[in-house]
């Protein structure tokens, strides 16, 4: 038993330790990327929004409700694998691309002539074929697929994702195919939590989470300010989090956040972004995001602070792991700025009064046994294979 114990405590501190890697290029050179569809890109889903356990891995390209659009390699390369599967992906095909990355297309209905021959000399119906760099280059826009609604899929869409080949740590594909993408409505935000340190901060007299609503109305606008007028109290240290979506002019589909900034009195305590996910960080989607408020109201609070122990590359904050120290009797101003992949921006500004309280003091253990929780389950839990990541 307690050898199983020693084994279980070294896997967890492998994802610990593994979370840490830092993506890396494998660039080659830029190469020209250009739309994977004879049409204008809508998308249904953007790259890195929370899901339980994992981040959507890549962008959801809307095919008009219906099976059969043409699917284009978006970059000279080669195919270099094609899976069939009943789950995940569905069928998938692989191009690998000069620059070090590779393209992924999912949920297809079919593959183009010369790969279907490959699958039906199998015989099979789950498979992964994987070709040599010689045996079918592609150039952009040859077509390659046609678009489904095979797999994990609740309707027919093309879900692109962009690796880096060695390492497979999840690019956003917006850095490729952005400049196709018409965007100019700015994200924002609905509410935001606070979360008092247990035994060390206080906010509004109470020292349990709790959110507060903006109340802008429903308005698509390239930039917005938006300031609450009521005030807020405070003492000690506490933590914030923000439910924000992003948006884009003529759809009603909302998306995740690229960009987010927490400023107080003009100084950044945190920032998020993004732009690229190590496949071996995805469970800490649960601890970025407060993941008990979702199962409870299916709304994500992003936390604008590092919980003990996380390794996210794409989180960023101050000494303090972005906990704000309330500890003068004056306003604090604080701003949370959004920002998506097009530079559509908005701010949301709210004022705390620092007003003594008595404090029960530290009570350092909770998160971290929290934390230790969590990555114990993500022991238990199957590791998400990279092919499974998106839907
Ligand atoms: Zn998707």
Known sequence: ????????????????????????????????????????ITLAGNFGEPRPWHFHGGI?????????????SIADGYVSRITVNMYGFGNAIYVSHPDGHTSVYCHLQRFADQYE?????????????????????????????????????????????????????????????GHLI?????????????IPVQGEGVFNGGSDKQTFGFGMPDIKKQHTTWTL?????????????????????????????????????????????????????????????????????????????????????I????????????????????TFLLRDYQGNQSEWNYTVIGEPRTLKGSRHNTPLLLNRYLLFLQCLWPRYSFRDSGQ
């Open 117 to 177: 021959a490959q699958l039906q000399r199998t015989g099979k119906d789950t498979l992964s074929l994987v070709f040599p760099e010689t045996k079918y280059p592609v150039h952009a826009g040859d077509l390659i697929a046609i678009s489904g609604n095979t797999g994990h899929s609740t309707g027919p869409h093309l879900h692109l994702e962009i690796h880096d080949t060695d390492t497979w740590v999840m690019r956003d594909p917006m850095a490729y195919l």
């Open 60 to 72: 959801d390209i809307k095919t008009g409700n219906v099976e059969g659009k043409r699917i284009y």
């Open 229 to 313: 007028s009521r005030p807020f109290t405070a003492w000690g240290r506490v933590g914030f989090a923000l439910w924000a979506d992003d948006y884009a002019q003529d759809t009603y589909h909302h998306y995740g956040i690229r960009y987010m900034q927490l400023l107080v009195d003009g100084r950044e305590v945190f920032h998020s972004d993004v732009d690229s996910i190590p496949i071996s960080c995805q469970r800490e989607v649960n601890l970025w995001g407060d993941y008990q408020h979702w199962r409870r109201n299916r709304t994500w609070y992003m936390k604008a602070y590092k919980e003990p122990g996380m390794r996210l590359p």
């Open 315 to 334: 989180l960023h904050t101050d000494i303090h792991r972005g906990i704000v120290h309330f500890k003068e009797q004056r306003p604090y101003h604080l």
């Open 1 to 40: 038993m307690l050898r199983c114990g020693f084994w279980l405590l070294a896997v967890c501190f492998w994802l610990l330790v593994s979370c840490s890697e830092e993506p890396t290029a494998n660039s080659q050179g830029p190469i020209a990327y250009q739309s994977p569809v004879d049409y204008e």
């Open 182 to 194: 018409a965007d100019t409505v700015a994200p924002q935000a609905h509410s935001f939590m606070a």
